[in-house]
């Protein structure tokens, strides 16, 4: 503080605040008892466990104020370059475990609510998931946060606030139903509402010429004005005071709009028409192919990245009185296409309000930007009708064709006049319904684009992208996922991470990932055996509680929990798996008593939701159920095998499911899992894979060596030609055997998963019937080694030691060192 009379005023205020917030007991006791009286206005004397947390949580909230405050005040001392993060979807899950974990102090609140008379699990469970995404894509920007957050990266993470999350799946009848997730209807203490933080965003309207100073201007008139106001989550790093900001957008009515109306005397319908533009950011879209060209999808896209470029651009404004070191402050990742409208919104506003001139705005642009991908398939990539575009942001459709024009020309000038190669590369497609490309976009305005594990660079090199890639070789890089230790081994298997830090002699790992790799060191000690055994036997007990009380079925925890959970998709073979469990109640069943001593007891377990409109996958989900009923309900199996279906997969379930699991399953056909982080969780936590050699599992098995896991499957070369063979690819007799038993209705509904089963047999494009026979190989080798305990658990310790490629710290590291260019920046504790 630069004059001695601002810094005695500070210094006044700081001992009237009472300094810092303190973390004793007492302190947080306090704290917790201030909260129930006056946040949550309940007596201090008499509250239950819901209320317990909301103050709890409001306590926690204080502090990350406190931490964030003095992060961001740091940030804008040293003016570093900061990264601004724009992703329309975030996985946060439940944020209060992770909080005071990364805080350092969970032991102290554990404490403190102990006295009070609570206990902090239960206190933890009445808090609901943060379910702002779909999938993947969504939890990796989540665990990007934490690493970015951790690593003191100066950074902005940017998306929408939507009211509805992701949505819920009720099951009825094993049918899958879905229900709103209205998340935000008890409060939500974990942000900040910057009422003051509000840009307006502009839709519809005309653009018209000006002459402005002897220069040919484009105005843009809107048609529609709404506002968006900033919500602010914090999200502290572990180990650091440093706390950044996760900055979501809601959309609210704007005071411009309508001004007209209400003057004109249509004062009720004015008021009612405003009500509509905060739909904009409602709901969040599930990853249906339907949503492609809706017009609000495309609204809650611009409205995240005007607000967001807008609010990026008044922050380097802020402290620079010109636009020269633009590109030397400043770097913007795109997490997918979603948001790649911001690189015309960059245009517009540096063209059109800033009157920097186009190929001054162009450098900038071509410096900032940076783009992941997450797809492998043509059709995963998106798409924007051009009738669209043109009625919803003219201004941005004029400056994506500048864009295109430009680069049409120069391509011309290097390839000649290839038309053919021409219309693939430009960033308009031409036919029926006329589109932008949006990846096209993305990748002709980014420096970089990144994929997200190596086999998935290679098939954005040689087959999505190639053309791209042959004319820009320099663009094109990969970043292999991870994820982050901190949420799935710290908040989610307090045993296991005791259990490290233990045998390491040192919390380090929790920052420093490497070190995980010197249990190598004791991958064969008996005494470390043990305790790794108990670790997962509690695990396995409380995820046996869970099942019991969500499904009233008793499993035994003798039994190898054999997990499969994420989205419901063909390529992803939850069938696959199913038709394995089908082969192998028919086994049990015709063995005699003395085979069946033999039998590895399995507890089947699958879980994930299906997208709304994904008929297919949710017949397997009805199948799972029909099978289950019948498997679980034979008791001349008994405990030799269960199948349970785990209803609402998210974030929560996923920190109870992981650490249970003894084997873990992923099956996508060769090609088509641009990566995979659900297998990096489970394989932190000790457990087994069986997995084909698809997308991240090709890097797994160079970290822990095939032996170590059970692989099967067509490699990806070899998936073009079985494909080719179509109906006269031979397949196993027990593969067609189970597919008989579904179509004659040994579990019921036979008309109904006639499509099904047809999808698997003739075309069988996912190629479950070339598979099966190696499948079921891989399953005997697991079921072999579950029988030789010691073996099973060394292999389990050489998969947590072998985890430390797959954490996200890696994968930010290199991201901000090789494509962002940003260097730490730690606020003094
Ligand atoms: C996933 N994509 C990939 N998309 O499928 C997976 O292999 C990868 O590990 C992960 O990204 C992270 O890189 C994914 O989750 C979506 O959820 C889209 C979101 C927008 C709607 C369409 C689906």
């Known amino acids: 503080i630069e004059s001695a009379e601002k810094r005695t005023k500070a210094e006044r205020m700081f001992g009237l605040l009472d300094g810092f917030l303190k973390n004793d007991s007492i302190s947080l006791q306090k704290d917790i008892l201030h909260h129930v009286a006056y946040t949550v206005a309940r007596s201090p004397f008499s509250f239950d466990d819901f209320e317990a947390y909301q103050a709890l949580a409001h306590s926690v909230r204080d502090r990350l104020i406190e931490r964030c405050h003095d992060t961001q005040i740091y940030f804008n001392n040293k003016d570093p370059k900061r990264l601004y993060f724009l992703s329309l979807e975030y996985l946060m899950g439940r944020s209060l475990s992770n909080s005071v974990i990364n805080l350092g102090i969970r032991d102290q609140y554990a404490d403190a609510l102990n006295q009070l008379g609570f206990e902090f699990e239960v206190v933890a469970e009445q808090e609901g998931d943060a379910a702002l995404g779909n999938g993947g894509l969504a939890r990796l920007s989540a665990c990007q946060m934490d690493s970015l957050a951790t690593l003191d990266y100066p950074v902005w993470g940017y998306g929408l606030r939507y009211q509805y999350g992701l949505f819920r799946q009720v099951i009825v009848d094993g049918f899958q139903h879905e229900q709103p997730d209205y998340w935000l209807n008890f409060g939500n203490p974990w942000e900040i509402e910057r ?18 100073n002897g220069e040919n201007c484009k105005v843009w008139e809107p048609g529609e004005i709404v506002e968006a106001v900033a919500y602010d989550n914090p999200i502290p790093g572990y180990g650091t005071r440093n706390t950044i900001t996760l900055r979501l957008w809601a959309a609210k009515p704007s005071d411009q709009q309508d001004m007209e109306s209400y003057n004109t005397g249509d004062y009720i319908n004015a008021v009612l028409n405003r009500h509509g533009l905060e739909n904009i950011s409602s709901i969040l879209y599930p990853d249906d192919r339907s949503y492609q060209g809706k017009e609000l999808r495309l609204k809650q896209q611009y409205f995240f990245v005007s607000a967001s470029v807008q609010d990026i651009i008044r922050r380097f404004k802020d402290t620079h009185s010109n636009f020269d070191e633009f590109p030397e402050k400043v770097a913007l990742q795109l997490n997918d ?25 162009w450098d900038m642009v071509c410096k900032i930007f940076s783009f992941t991908t997450h797809t492998v398939s043509r059709e995963g990539l998106e798409k924007i009708p051009v009738d669209l575009l043109s009625s919803l942001l003219p201004r941005h459709l004029q400056i994506i064709y500048d864009i295109n024009f430009n680069f049409m020309e ?27 490309r949006m990846a096209n976009l993305a990748i002709v ?5 990144n994929g997200v594990s190596r086999v998935h660079s290679e098939l954005l090199k040689t087959r999505l992208f190639k053309d791209f890639y042959e004319h820009w070789p320099h663009k094109f890089h990969y970043k292999t996922n991870g994820v982050t230790q901190r949420r799935w081994i710290v908040v989610s298997n307090p045993g296991l991470s005791s259990l490290i830090s233990k045998w390491l002699g040192t919390e380090a790992w929790i920052r420093n990932i490497d070190l995980l790799t010197v249990l190598q060191e004791h991958a064969s000690d008996p005494d470390l055996h043990r305790e790794w055994k108990m670790v997962k036997k509690v695990n396995k007990m409380r995820l046996a509680e869970y099942i019991e009380a969500m499904s009233g079925l008793k499993v035994s925890i003798d039994a190898m929990f054999d997990v499969q959970t994420k989205r419901i998709h063909e390529y992803k073979r939850q069938l696959l798996n199913i038709l394995g469990i089908i082969h192998r109640y028919d086994c049990i069943k015709n063995m005699d008593s003395k085979d069946r001593k033999r039998v590895v007891p399995r507890v089947c377990i699958i879980g994930g939701k299906a997208a709304p409109g994904y008929e297919i996958a949710k017949k397997i989900i009805k199948l799972c159920y029909a099978v289950a009923e019948k498997i679980n309900d034979d008791s001349d199996i008994g405990d030799l095998l269960k199948l349970v279906f785990i209803p609402d997969y998210n974030v929560s379930v996923a920190e109870l499911v992981i650490p249970g699991a003894d084997l873990s399953q992923h099956l996508s056909t060769a090609g088509h899992e641009a990566s995979g982080t659900g297998s990096m969780k489970f394989l932190m936590n000790g457990c087994l894979l069986l997995a084909t050699e698809d997308g991240s599992t090709i890097e797994i098995i160079e970290e822990i060596g095939a032996d170590n896991m059970f692989l099967f499957g067509a490699k990806l070369h070899e998936v073009p030609a079985l494909r080719e063979e179509g109906p006269s690819l031979k397949v196993p007799l027990q593969f067609s055997r189970v597919v008989r038993m579904i179509r004659e209705g040994h579990f019921g509904y036979e008309d109904y998963f006639k499509s099904l089963c047809d999808t698997i047999e003739g075309r069988d494009h996912y190629l479950l019937g070339a598979d099966f026979g190696s499948y079921l190989e891989a399953q005997a080798a697991a079921d072999k080694v579950f029988v030789d305990q010691e073996k099973w658990t060394r292999m389990s310790i050489l998969s947590t030691a072998g985890s430390g490629r797959f954490s996200s710290d890696k994968t930010i590291e290199d991201y901000a060192e090789k494509t962002w260019g940003i260097q730490p920046c730690r606020c003094p504790l």
């Open 195 to 212: 009422v003051h933080v509000s840009y307006t965003v502009k839709f519809y309207g005309t653009v018209k010429e000006e002459l402005r």
């Open 337 to 361: 296409t979603h948001p790649s409208l911001a690189i015309a919104e960059v245009m517009r506003l540096l063209v059109d309000v800033e009157h920097l001139g186009w190929d001054r705005a």
């Open 445 to 449: 305005c980014s420096h970089t684009v």
């Open 410 to 436: 120069e391509l011309k000038k290097r390839i000649g006049l290839d038309y053919d190669r021409l219309s693939r590369m430009s960033i308009i497609e031409e036919g029926a319904v006329k589109s932008i």
